[in-house]
């Protein structure tokens, strides 16, 4: 497949190669806006803006309905657009690496998503438009400020894989306990000492709570937790 690729050079837009699926990357081009003549393919599926100069995005973002594939990383978004709820089609957004403090409720729209990377941003809670992201599987939140996770994000049934590491957290948030198809939780890099009883009754298959100990468990489920801690945690999981 031959991508349709959309190039800035000294000013000019270059415009070469064809295919029914459109992939536009403009990736480290020093973008401050997007080009217009982007939002003119309607059949654009993959989109990739990484490591620009981007401060928004334009409202005409949600005149994109076939995107399938968002990636801003690396920009200087403070904000999204509501109009990003028109994006049906999308099933991965990766807004990584922004200066990003909360997400618009709009987001919970988003009723195709099952991939969101808001690492290292600026959250100091738990976005509640993510609650209502009912096909999301895989949320790395890693590198914010959260100090804890609402019990209200129970409603987060079809989530596989959660990363929270290098956060504020101080206990470790029960309600992770009941959500019946988390397999992966990464949740180093926190400030946390204990587990909950309830951790016996999850299915968790991998466990990250610092990278220096593997322990396999009764359900040969592997467990990665802090060595400081592993005699106290080891006693709670094993039995």
Excluded: W
Excluded at 40 to 46: A, F, P, S, V
Excluded at 84 to 103: F, G, T
């Amino acid at each position: 497949m031959i991508d349709f690729l959309v190039c800035i050079h000294s000013g000019t837009q270059l415009l070469f190669g064809f295919s029914y699926h459109f992939t536009v990357k403009l990736n480290d081009k020093r973008l401050r806006e997007i080009p217009q003549i982007v939002f003119k393919i309607q059949t654009l599926k993959y989109l990739y803006l990484n490591n620009n100069e981007l401060k928004t995005l334009p409202e005409n973002l949600g005149s994109l309905r076939n995107l399938e594939v968002l990636s801003i990383e690396g920009n200087g978004l403070m904000s999204l657009p509501s109009e990003i709820s028109l994006l049906y089609k999308l099933r991965v957004l990766n807004i990584s690496h922004n200066q990003l403090s909360h997400l618009p409720k709009e987001l919970s729209k988003l009723v195709s998503i099952k991939q969101l990377f808001v690492s290292h941003n600026n959250i100091e809670e738990f976005p509640k438009a993510l609650e209502g992201l009912e096909t999301l599987e895989n949320l790395n939140l890693d590198g914010n400020n959260l100090m804890t996770l609402p019990e209200t994000m129970v409603s987060m049934k079809n989530l596989r894989q959660l990363n929270v590491d290098s956060n504020q957290i101080l206990i470790f948030p029960k309600v992770l306990c009941y959500l019946p198809n988390l397999i992966t939780l990464s949740i180093s890099g926190n400030l946390i000492q204990s587990l909950p009883k309830d951790v016996k009754q999850q299915f968790l298959k991998i466990l990250y709570l610092a990278p220096t100990f593997i322990l396999e468990n009764k359900k040969n489920s592997i467990l990665q937790i802090g060595i400081t801690t592993c005699s106290m945690l080891c006693k709670q999981m094993l039995l």
